[in-house]
T-cell receptor, first 114, second 111 residues
Framework: EPEVTQTPSHQVTQMGQEVILRCVPISNHLYFYWYRQILGQKVEFLVSFYNNEISEKSEIFDDQFSVERPDGSNFTLKIRSTKLEDSAMYFC????????????FGQGTRLTVV | GIQVEQSPPDLILQEGANSTLRCNFSDSVNNLQWFHQNPWGQLINLFYIPSGTKQNGRLSATTVATERYSLLYISSSQTTDSGVYFCAVLSGGTSYGKLTFGQGTILTVHP
């Protein structure tokens, strides 16, 4: 069964460093998303991406965040200068369409900023 | 934006018991999904159910969109069912697939 894959599964980084979280969405999907879950809290939407551009972003997704689809398969989330409060589980998701189809989530990347 | 409330917040069961988890939402939805977050943090898709009833083994779900709620039924619970169950909805007025998650129900199943 096709699945969304994320790498790495766990990343530890020093405050102020740049991190790139990587995702390979399901191959025939056109819409891509990043979500974040701070420990013990609910999952929050960060950004959606379609046709090589951001289609919607939340207030969390400020200038230190960026997304990119560098080739035909990968979808990345970059955090330019990490802060302690960026420590969270980051989920990538993809769907065929944006509204009336199921979104499939990757297994997550646990980011720890020290 | 749309509000999603899940109940109960915590649920403790003995193995073999049945349970019902509820998700209420404040507006019409195009999409509703149930997820199980396992102890490793992974989100497992359980159901895509914007309306109607579906069953998958010991789990089933029903969404009554006109009354703005969904129910997840777990029968004959097992210890491996433990974890957090999330409901997530896509508002009818929202574009670009943004899912809004509830706070989750923490399920603990004891042997």
């Amino acid at each position: 069964e096709p699945e969304v894959t994320q790498t790495p599964s766990h990343q530890v980084t020093q405050m102020g460093q740049e991190v790139i979280l990587r995702c390979v969405p399901i191959s025939n999907h056109l819409y891509f998303y990043w979500y974040r879950q701070i420990l013990g809290q609910k999952v929050e939407f960060l950004v959606s991406f379609y046709n090589n551009e951001i289609s919607e972003k939340s207030e969390i997704f400020d200038d230190q965040f960026s997304v990119e689809r560098p080739d035909g398969s990968n979808f990345t989330l970059k955090i330019r200068s990490t802060k302690l409060e960026d420590s969270a589980m980051y989920f990538c998701a993809s769907s065929v369409e944006d509204k009336v189809t199921e979104a499939f989530f990757g297994q997550g990347t646990r980011l720890t900023v020290v | 934006g749309i509000q999603v409330e899940q109940s109960p917040p915590d649920l403790i069961l003995q193995e073999g018991a049945n349970s019902t988890l509820r998700c209420n939402f404040s507006d019409s939805v195009n999409n509703l999904q149930w997820f199980h977050q396992n102890p490793w943090g992974q989100l497992i898709n359980l159901f895509y159910i914007p309306s109607g009833t579906k069953q998958n083994g010991r789990l089933s779900a029903t969404t009554v969109a006109t009354e703005r709620y969904s129910l997840l039924y777990i029968s004959s619970s097992q210890t491996t069912d433990s974890g957090v169950y999330f409901c997530a909805v896509l508002s009818g007025g929202t574009s670009y697939g943004k899912l809004t998650f509830g706070q989750g129900t923490i399920l603990t199943v004891h042997p």
